[in-house]
T-cell receptor, first 115, second 115 residues
Framework: NAGVTQTPKFQVLKTGQSMTLQCAQD?????MSWYRQDPGMGLRLIHY???????DQGEVPNGYNVSRSTTEDFPLRLLSAAPSQTSVYFC??????????????FGEGSWLTVV | EDQVTQSPEALRLQEGESSSLNCSYT??????LFWYRQDPGKGPEFLFT???AGEEKEKERLKATLTKKESFLHITAPKPEDSATYLC????????????????FGGGTRVLVKP
């Protein structure tokens, strides 16, 4: 996956703990997004950003916060982790909206377990 | 509400046995239909984007086609290395800034190619 870096790869949290999943891209992409992938549910959009300083909610935003202070970084914050947030998280980016000639790239994923 | 449905959920093929995967979609004003390959423990890897009905794209043993209601991914003479989960996703038609990268994903088709 070209240029989208996620950290950490694996994380175990206790219920109520907070943490931040990091996402960085070095392609000067304008658009970035966070998805979660659960068995039987497919990939679902959590939050997305269309540029520095601009974010909006996706399909499943509850329990997550985001900010976009730079073009390169789009961190996802869990303020008070719950077992329902156990999932695999993917960050995605593209130069602009996925229209003609554009490609949406995904990171390698972050596996989160909340106990 | 946008909806993307993939079938079958799983497909077992013998090496060389060609087959097709289906992706049906209900999306307001489709801006693009994306196909991704996902290997276990990895992020989705971009394969194709289709933009209008009648469009076809090919890459090695894979060929994607698009109609007004569905897309097909044809696998010709598959090899064991084609074993993966294939995901399709639709990008709805909104204004550029509103759309971001709000992909709606199907549940995926797990393909296993046996030698």
């Amino acid at each position: 996956n070209a240029g989208v870096t996620q950290t950490p790869k694996f994380q175990v949290l206790k219920t109520g703990q907070s943490m931040t999943l990091q996402c960085a891209q070095d392609m000067n992409h304008e658009y970035m997004s966070w998805y979660r992938q659960d068995p039987g549910m497919g990939l679902r959009l959590i939050h997305y950003s269309v540029g520095a300083g601009i974010t909006d909610q996706g399909e499943v935003p509850n329990g997550y916060n985001v900010s976009r202070s730079t073009t390169e970084d789009f961190p996802l914050r869990l303020l008070s982790a719950a077992p329902s947030q156990t999932s695999v998280y993917f960050c995605a980016s593209s130069y602009s909206v996925g229209g003609h000639g554009n490609t949406i790239y995904f990171g390698e994923g972050s596996w989160l377990t909340v106990v | 509400e946008d909806q993307v449905t993939q079938s079958p959920e799983a497909l077992r093929l013998q090496e060389g046995e060609s087959s097709s995967l289906n992706c049906s979609y209900t999306v307001s004003g489709l801006r693009g239909l994306f196909w991704y390959r996902q290997d276990p423990g990895k992020g989705p890897e971009f394969l194709f984007t289709l933009y209008s009905a009648g469009e076809e794209k090919e890459k090695e043993r894979l060929k994607a086609t698009l109609t007004k209601k569905e897309s097909f991914l044809h696998i010709t003479a598959p090899k064991p290395e084609d074993s993966a989960t294939y995901l399709c996703a639709a990008l709805r038609g909104e204004t550029i800034k509103a759309a971001g990268n709000k992909l709606t994903f199907g549940g995926g088709t797990r393909v296993l190619v046996k030698p």
